[in-house]
């Protein structure tokens, strides 16, 4: 990988990005008002109506509408005015992408997914390159989209890669600092977290502590910084923990049911009353329950462990967005390696591509022409999520099988009945 | 409902590494599989476990703590009791001030208790009884003398003959007697006793067979012996009333079939003719006002002289904006016609009226008024006022006969009895729906509902007659209804316990198969081993 391949694909995706910003002024306050972009807890459009009350002095969740974390408020206030320097904020959002792009590069640097410290894989050679993954990552459409549209899961996301590039680095104090930021911007990174510490456990130089000991010097680790940006927080709003339930909260209760690409809303739109709780609780249940499993199915693999979980989380989450399978495509693509061991790919993404195109047809039939209803568009999010689950599957499958094929060498290449 | 893409993925996990370590299908039996490494076993079975530690000590306790149903404690027994008449029985005493200044003290205590059994002989229904009372003597004018309790005063006054007079203003009967009929103190009757009983009872005798109507419709008692002719009026009182509510909202209209008249003196009018009785109904009920006036309104009915039918039609309920209904208080309508139609009847040839009632509607009134007019002065409004105000008493249910302030004290009377037992008949619905429907829930407020309502209603039936008791069973309709018809337990109603298989099946059977599966699995494999390392101990030992 040469600097110039890098900075060239850099330097194209900041061109197309700064395109599409400024030579079509109206697609970003299009894309903004998408609800397979923005969600009730990312939306830029929200955003901006809660800095509105910030800067003039009214309690930023006073309105209903902004549920996002409280320090974004600062950040964006930061930035020079967006009706007068237009400028600014799509700039933050490209660097922001472009770090994303690099922390994927880093990990894929370091070769974790084909060789970890208990597993190598016979097919990791035949691995895409850093510059590869970056461009897929960088002009993903779906990237592209989130970027335009100004979601503030980019910041998730970024922090996420951030923090799995890290963890491959060795630097786990560093790798926790920025889950600890994932999870207060969204609070579902937080689910990360043991396969992560895996991560960063595997990738220390030495393995002379224990386990256990390291696991929990990281927890601490998270729990502290969690405290400290809460604390922050709580200083910010005005000296109450009131925000908690207007953040966290909505994602936990679903209080808005805006419709997203998701599974949720639908749900708990047709839900009874008095088994809403029951369900909520379910779902998040439903949403946690992998962790466990999946961290010691691949406790070799801790890498795969959570490419697999995030795909599950952009399907199963409270308010996913097509920004989360952008996240979850850009791990995927460093597995390529494993692509002749997947079995529905064509099927995977065919459906994804099928979704992506019928999904705001749909969502226009109901919306605007009023010719179709919320099924349409709830029909084509199953679809979306179905072929995002296939994918998810067949990674976990290609990765299962390469272990397995480690261990039974006389059995490459032949079929393998699932059962 | 449920996501499906749930059930594969899981499924998938689970199964796809179950596949990686058991043997493949594909191959075989020539070939058989190598045996499962212990840490394969092992791993699986922490897989196993950490998806039943996260079922059991999250899902469980979530479960439970989300689905169990709140049933806040209800005194169902006192409920019932209210329901079935046993906690009150509703005794309406009356009490009677007898003013007899010109009498001697003893002779006029000894009137009064002979009066006092005359009256007990003469009454056959026991939830309607009169106390005569002795007032006390007061040479100061009679201004102070009315007791606030007692619902009619006596004034005994000498006389040539024994005469009987309602005082039209105030609660109050003059009678006056000839001297020599007073009773002697030791005598056992008298005719003037016997004439003041009759008098008492034929002035009470409506609200009396009101109440025992009521009374005798819900389960408490047996009908008391009321005749069907009387039945039948207090039927039609019934029907022609209005449900008793706090507040009343009345709509004052002028339509007219023409351009005019455009304007109308109501204000002034409302002021002098209606003010005055809603002043009197004021302890009884609140009123709010409006006004509206209509022009090219077409009745239902074209034709010159209305027959009985087409009263009933006569109202365009289509086109013309009534019952608005302001807030929650049910509407009176008021409705003056301008128009040269008149009703007639085929009976009573020639002779017209002007007005009708419709039950629990209104009233409309035609008034005949020259085209040219274009407005309606005071007087012109005078008769259309007081035949308002006369169907408004009929349309709030009070009674017919007496004079005004007994009617109203007696409305005020058979109100808090009907409230009583409304109240009493709304908490047992309840009662009998809390214990009829096991799984339904019944939320904190429903509770605090019933026992307010419970304790309004104890106060009321205590002091039922009194002009507390109309204020309290009020309160504890208000609070009865309120609790049972309770949002989150309507709802509930209609969810029979079939439903929650329909609820929770769908998406959590997909995911309770793979769980069931693999902990089955595990704990076979378990036993085995345990089987496995005795049989291996015992062959340690025969060796």
Redesign the interface.
């Known amino acids: 990988m040469t600097f110039r391949g890098k900075a060239g694909i850099y330097a194209i995706a900041v061109l197309l990005r700064l395109v599409l910003f400024f030579a079509f002024p109206g697609l970003p306050d299009l894309l903004t008002g998408r609800v397979e972009i923005s969600t009730p807890v990312t939306s830029f459009k929200r955003l901006e109506e809660g800095l509105f009350l910030y800067n003039h002095n009214v309690w930023p969740y006073d309105g209903g509408v902004y549920h996002q974390a409280p320090l974004l408020l600062p950040l964006f206030s930061l930035l020079p005015d967006s009706k007068s320097w237009p400028i600014f904020t799509p700039l933050l959002y490209i660097l922001i992408d472009l770090l994303s792009a690099d922390a994927l590069v880093k990990i894929a640097a370091s070769g974790e997914a084909g060789k970890s410290r208990l597993f190598t894989s016979p097919r990791r050679g035949k691995g895409s390159t850093g510059l590869v993954i970056a461009a897929a990552f960088l002009f993903n459409p779906l990237t592209i989209a989130s970027c335009v549209g100004r979601t503030t899961s980019v910041f998730t996301n970024c922090a996420i890669l951030y923090a799995i590039a890290k963890a491959v680095q060795g630097f786990s104090f560093h790798a926790m600092v920025a889950l600890s930021f994932a999870s207060y911007l969204s609070m579902y990174p937080v689910l990360l977290l043991p396969p992560l510490v895996l991560l960063a456990y595997d990738r220390r130089a030495s393995q002379k502590t224990s386990v256990l000991k390291f696991s929990a010097v990281n927890v601490l680790v998270v729990a502290g910084c969690l405290s400290v940006l809460l604390g922050m927080s709580y200083a910010l709003t005005g000296n109450s923990w009131e925000f908690l339930a207007r953040t966290y909260g909505i994602q936990l209760t679903l209080t808005d049911l805006t419709p997203t690409v998701g599974?949720w809303w639908y749900?708990f739109i047709?839900m009874?009353?008095?088994?809403r709780?029951?369900?909520?609780?379910?779902f998040w249940?439903?949403l946690?329950?992998?962790v466990?499993?999946?961290s010691?199915?691949l406790?070799t693999q801790p890498l795969a462990a959570l490419a697999?979980l995030l795909g599950?989380f952009s399907?199963?989450k409270p308010y996913p967005s097509i920004s989360d399978a952008s996240l979850f495509l850009g791990l995927f693509s460093l597995y390529t390696h494993l692509l002749p061991l997947m079995r529905y790919t064509y099927v995977a993404s065919a459906t994804l591509m099928y979704a992506s195109f019928l999904g705001p047809a749909f969502y226009h039939l109901w919306i605007y022409a009023g010719s179709g209803n919320a099924n349409f568009f709830y029909a084509i999010t199953?679809v979306w999520?179905?072929g995002?689950?296939l994918l998810?599957?067949d990674l976990?499958?290609a990765v299962?099988?390469d272990?397995?094929e480690v261990?039974?060498p006389e059995?490459v290449g032949?079929?393998?009945?699932?059962? | 409902?449920a996501?499906?893409?749930?059930g594969?993925?899981?499924e998938?996990?689970?199964?796809?590494?179950?596949?990686?370590?058991?043997p493949?299908?594909?191959?075989p039996a020539i070939k058989a599989p190598?045996p499962e490494t212990p840490t394969a076993i092992r791993?699986r079975s922490?897989?196993v476990l950490?998806?039943w530690?996260?079922?059991v000590f999250?899902?469980l306790p979530?479960?439970w703590k989300?689905?169990t149903i709140y049933r806040a404690d209800l005194p169902l027994d006192r409920m019932l009791e209210w329901a079935d008449g046993k906690a009150c029985r509703p005794a309406i005493p009356i009490q009677i001030a007898v003013h007899a200044d010109s009498l001697q003290e003893e002779e006029a205590n000894h009137l009064v208790r002979l009066a006092q059994h005359a009256i007990d002989d003469l009454n056959d229904f026991s939830g309607h009884h009169l106390r005569l009372q002795l007032a006390p003597r007061q040479d100061r004018p009679r201004e102070s003398e009315q007791n606030p309790n007692s619902a009619l005063s006596i004034h005994l006054k000498p006389g040539d003959a024994t005469t009987a007079a309602l005082d039209p203003y105030r609660a109050a009967l003059d009678i006056t007697y000839p001297l020599n009929s007073v009773p002697p103190l030791h005598s056992a009757s008298s005719m003037l006793t016997t004439y003041i009983a009759t008098e008492l009872r034929s002035t009470f005798a409506e609200e009396q067979s009101i109440v025992s109507y009521l009374l005798s419709s819900s389960p408490t008692s047996k009908p008391a012996g009321l005749s069907p002719a009387v039945v039948e009026a207090l039927e039609k009182r019934a029907t022609r009333a209005l449900r008793y509510a706090p507040t009343y909202h009345l709509t004052f209209s002028l339509f007219t079939d023409g351009p005019a008249p455009t304007t109308w003196d109501i204000d002034t009018a409302i002021n002098e003719y209606m003010k005055p009785l809603l002043d009197v109904l004021g302890p009884i009920h609140n009123f709010t006002i409006d006004t509206q006036v209509q022009l090219y309104a077409t009745p239902g009915v074209q034709s010159q002289t209305l027959t009985k039918d087409d009263l009933a039609s006569f109202i365009n309920a289509a086109e013309w904006p009534l019952s608005p209904s302001i807030g929650g208080a049910p509407t009176i309508n008021f409705l003056t016609f301008i128009g040269n139609q008149t009703i007639g009847f085929p009976d009573s040839e020639g002779q017209t009226s002007q007005s009708w009632m419709i039950p629990q509607w209104g009233t409309v009134y035609l008034l005949s008024q020259p085209d040219t007019n274009s407005h309606v002065t005071k007087d012109a409004l005078r008769q259309p006022m007081l035949t308002f105000g006369g169907h408004l008493l009929t349309l709030l249910g009070t009674p017919q006969s007496g004079s005004l302030p007994l009617r109203l004290s007696s409305l005020s009377r058979i109100r808090s009895a009907d409230l009583l037992l409304r109240a009493s008949d709304a908490l047992g619905s309840l009662a009998r729906l809390s214990r009829s429907l096991p799984s339904i829930?019944i939320p904190r407020n429903v509770a605090d509902g019933v026992a307010k309502s419970i304790r309004h209603l104890e106060e009321a039936c205590a002091g039922l007659g009194s002009s507390e008791a109309l204020y309290h069973a009020r309160i504890a309709e208000e609070e009865a209804e309120r609790a049972f018809f309770e949002k989150?337990m309507v709802?509930?109603l209609y969810?029979p316990d079939e439903h929650k298989i329909a609820?929770y099946l769908p998406?959590?059977g997909p995911?309770t198969v793979p769980l069931v599966m693999g902990a089955i699995k595990e704990i076979k494999r378990l036993l085995q081993a345990r089987k496995q390392r005795a049989q291996e101990a015992k062959d340690k030992k025969s060796q």
Request: glycine share 4%; hydrophobic share 50%; aromatic share 14%.
């Open positions: 599974l749900f047709e009874f009353d008095s088994f709780s029951f369900f909520l609780a379910l249940l439903h946690a329950s992998y466990g499993g999946l010691i199915r406790r697999v599950i399907i199963f199953l999520s179905l995002q689950s998810v599957s976990t499958f299962l099988r272990e397995w261990e039974r059995m032949k079929e393998a009945k699932q059962i | 409902m996501p499906p893409p749930s594969p993925t899981q998938d996990t689970a199964s796809s590494a179950a596949a990686s370590e058991s493949a299908p594909a191959a190598p791993r922490y897989i950490s998806f530690l996260l079922v999250l899902g979530f479960w989300t689905t829930a989150s709802g509930q969810f609820v998406l959590l995911v």
